[in-house]
T-cell receptor, first 111, second 114 residues
């Protein structure tokens, strides 16, 4: 089991550009979560899916953010257009039974 | 209202000593779970230990144990015989069983001194 796989590990982009973050969940884990971590706000839940269906997207900051899960093995978080305040570490996590397993995160820097 | 409180922003502990990291929580849901995660400087989130609200015994995982005091709504993490590699941020989190979101504390930065 390779765990939750996120790509890229690091992303540096210019303000206004589109950014796409990717996540491959652990097979069989029905829930997938996208979190954002910053020094100021800590860990924030952005959105989560159950069986590929978005359940709660109330944490998505604004319309510039969108997330999809087209199948059980892939999810994306897109920011368009990106802004410097979007700089953060973005985590994807999955849930089976009690345990949440996190990916290594994507460190996004918007300059 | 803040649901998870970690009152220790930072701690310094001598190597080989035991460490207690504090966590208090607030919920009206009778069924919930409490988690501790470790985040080293490399950034990954590592699951340490889980305690269910109906579990009769305190959870233990190797050198980690959870001191669960339900009436006081506290779920402190105890690390026995600390090691240099224990230096990291430690987060307490809660999930109310009425939904699947994890609610996070602000974290405690633990530094183990040689």
């Amino acid at each position: 089991d390779a765990g939750v796989i996120q790509s890229p590990r690091h992303e540096v982009t210019e303000m206004g550009q589109e950014v796409t973050l990717r996540c491959k969940p652990i097979s069989g884990h029905d829930y997938l979560f996208w979190y954002r971590q910053t020094m100021m706000r800590g860990l924030e839940l952005l959105i989560y899916f159950n069986n590929n269906v978005p359940i709660d997207d109330s944490g998505m900051p604004e319309d510039r953010f969108s997330a999809k899960m087209p199948n059980a093995s892939f999810s994306t978080l897109k920011i368009q257009p990106s802004e410097p305040r979007d700089s953060a570490v973005y985590f994807c996590a999955t849930l089976a039974w009690h345990g949440y397993t996190f990916g290594s995160g994507t460190r996004l820097t918007v300059v | 209202a803040q649901k998870i409180t970690q009152t220790q922003p930072g701690m310094f502990v001598q190597e080989k000593e035991a460490v207690t990291l504090d966590c208090t929580y607030d919920t009206s849901d009778p069924s919930y779970g409490l988690f501790w995660y470790k985040q080293p400087s490399s950034g990954e989130m590592i699951f340490l230990i889980y305690q269910g609200s109906y579990d009769q015994q305190n959870a233990t995982e190797g050198r980690y144990s959870l001191n669960f005091q339900k009436a006081r709504k506290s779920a402190n993490l105890v690390i026995s015989a600390s090691q240099l590699g224990d230096s990291a941020m430690y987060f307490c989190a809660m999930r109310e069983d009425s939904n699947y979101q994890l609610i996070w504390g602000a974290g405690t930065k633990l530094i183990i001194k040689p």
